[in-house]
Each structure stands twice: as structure tokens, then as C-alpha cells.
């Protein structure tokens, strides 16, 4: 038919352009799922379904242009598959309208999208994914076509079920869609980000230091090391220790807890002090420890420097050692 609207001459020649045969599609598909991948289609008309009727992808996507086109998600639902539908263009109405209708569906996910090729960032509006997930009971994902790939970044906060992004070769190339989407280098940017989201956001609960900081704590942080000899039983006086690096020891917070308490072992000029110094040894069976240790291969990870002194204090046989050049 002949096409008057702009928007008809920009989709038809795109269609013309970058046509694919239901053929062509079905062997991409088998040679993605060979590498590993699940591989998902769009359509926009129930017609379409006819050219796959016996062909089954593994997720199927409804654009926002076709959100409203309801006899469409009530088809590709009925196949089982998760289908993810985007609310690009769409009034809240017609997401409540559609809330309606699907209510009884578990495998829609609902796609926060703004159809604009590209989106500024001043439009990305990432927070409608927490207004879907407080009034609507379907899960949400995010369907990106920032002009800043790093969008994603932000809108992983808000823990997107799926995130979408198209692929090009060249952003410059002519077409809708290349402008709004990412080279194959900010793809691979994306993945890390997405995999490790759940990492990267964890940590609501009580501090706990990694080893990293626990070496740096002990590096960059000061202790206080005792000026001469004292006896066990001398009661703790700052003005007898000189506060220096590195940390070793107790800290300021926790030296002041034992201010003018007696030590229960002597502490040797240069020492630092410590916890040991005011708490009895446990009755503890190192040797058997240690006799454990060697049967059953245990090992230590030391640093160069420290290898004389750890195996005259452990005797291990195995130990661990990093070199660099």
C-alpha cells in the first residue's frame, strides 16, 4: 500500500531495507542458542505468528508502538514463554488498563521504556520502575535507549528483572535505532555491570572490613608501641607508648578501654600493644593443630619478607607466595 505518514516511509524502508525471511531468522536463532544464548523475537501482529507456527523462541517481546494490542500478548502468553512488553508512548491509563486485562498472567514482565531515539538524560525517568513494581504485581525490567549507555548503571539500582539494549557497529550508520544503541565494547561493559550489580549494591548490614581494607587498616593506621620494658602487672599509661605506624595493635578507641588496667604478660620495649596483653592465653591445642595442618596439607599464604619468620612460628610445609616483577 502506498505510505503517506513520515512514520510509515522511515518503518517502511527500514523493513525493506534489513528484511529477513522466517527462514533466515530460525537458522540466527539455532546458531545463537549453539553459543549458549536464549534467543527472543518481536512482533507486531498476531498475523506475523503464522510465519514461526512451528517454531518456539525462548522469550518474545512486544514493542510499546503495539502495548495496547492485547489479542498479540494473548497469543504469545498462551506459548509459555516469558513475554516482555514495553510501555514506551503509553498513558498510565493504558498500563492500568492492560494491568487489568493480564492480571492473571505470570509470565509478562513489564518494560520500563521511553521511546525517544535517543533518550536525554534529563528524560530517562529510571524511578517509574519502582512506581510499576508498588502498583502492579508484574515484574519489571528495563528497556534502554539512552544516548548514554551508562544509564543502565543507574537504573540497575532499582534490580530490573531484564535490561534491553540494541547493538551496532556504527552509531553513525543510517537508521531509527543506531543512535540509541551500544557498540560491541559497551556491550561488553554492560554484561560486567549487569553480573555484578548484585555485588556491587550489597552490604545493607553491620560494617565488616574486607581483607583489602583489613591490610590497609594495618598499613596506614597507628598503634602504640611501648617506650622500655614493663613487667606483667603494670597498669597502662599512654604517656609510656609512642602512637606510630603501623597498626598492630589496639587502636585508640580500643587502647582506651584498658587505660590503668594491669597487663597479665610483660611487654617489651618497641612491642606493640595488644589484646594478648590483658587476657589469659586459651587452653588451646596448637601442636595438634598444627599436626592436623600438615596431614591434611594445609597451607599458608605469606609474603617474602615474612617466610623466615612464619615457618619458625608454624613449621607448615606448604606455603603460598605471590611474585611479581
Known amino acids: 500500500p502506498s505510505r503517506t505518514e513520515i512514520g510509515d516511509e522511515i518503518v517502511g524502508e527500514n523493513i525493506r531495507k534489513n528484511y529477513l525471511s522466517p ?15 536464549e534467543v527472543g523475537i518481536s512482533f507486531f501482529t498476531v498475523e506475523d505468528l503464522s510465519d ?14 503495539e502495548f495496547v ?22 498513558t498510565e491509563s493504558n498500563v492500568q488498563a492492560f494491568a487489568e486485562h493480564f492480571a492473571k498472567e505470570q509470565n509478562i514482565v513489564l518494560m520500563h521504556c521511553v521511546s525517544n531515539y535517543p533518550t536525554s538524560l534529563q528524560n530517562a525517568n529510571l524511578g517509574y520502575m519502582s512506581w510499576l513494581k508498588d502498583n502492579y504485581l508484574f515484574r519489571v525490567g528495563f528497556s534502554s535507549h539512552d544516548e ?26 543510517e537508521g531509527t535505532d543506531h543512535s540509541s544503541s551500544s557498540t560491541p565494547d559497551e556491550f561488553a561493559l554492560i554484561s560486567k ?3 555484578s550489580a548484585h555485588l556491587v549494591v550489597s552490604g545493607n548490614a553491620p560494617r565488616e572490613l574486607n581483607q583489602g581494607e583489613k591490610i590497609n587498616r594495618q598499613n596506614l593506621g597507628r598503634g602504640f608501641f611501648a617506650k622500655q620494658d614493663f613487667p606483667a602487672g603494670t597498669k ?17 578507641l580500643e587502647a582506651d578501654n584498658f587505660l590503668l588496667q594491669e597487663t597479665v ?3 617489651a620495649a618497641g ?44 613449621g607448615l610445609d606448604r606455603y603460598e607466595l605471590h611474585l611479581s616483577f
Open 52 to 65: 514461526f507456527s512451528d517454531y518456539r523462541f525462548d522469550f518474545y517481546k512486544v514493542p510499546s508502538a
Open 193 to 195: 555491570h549487569c553480573l
Open 148 to 173: 548514554d549507555w551508562a544509564v543502565i548503571i543507574h537504573a540497575l539500582q532499582f534490580n530490573p528483572e531484564y535490561v534491553e539494549r540494541h547493538i551496532t557497529l556504527d552509531k553513525r550508520s
Open 69 to 90: 494490542n492485547f489479542p498479540l500478548v494473548e497469543r504469545l502468553c498462551s506459548f509459555g514463554s516469558e513475554v516482555l512488553v514495553s510501555t514506551g508512548m503509553q
Open 236 to 252: 597502662v599509661e599512654i604517656e609510656d607508648f609512642v602512637y606510630r605506624s603501623p597498626l598492630v595493635g589496639l587502636d585508640r
Open 23 to 37: 527462514e533466515q531468522i530460525v537458522s540466527l536463532a539455532e546458531m545463537a542458542k549453539s553459543l549458549g544464548l
Open 271 to 314: 612491642e606493640a600493644l595488644t589484646k594478648r596483653h590483658f587476657e589469659l592465653p586459651l587452653d588451646s591445642n596448637f601442636q595438634g593443630s598444627l599436626a592436623w595442618a600438615r596431614q591434611n596439607n594445609v597451607g599458608l599464604p605469606t609474603r617474602l619478607h615474612d617466610l623466615a619468620y612464619v615457618h619458625e612460628k608454624f
Open 265 to 267: 604478660s610483660s611487654v
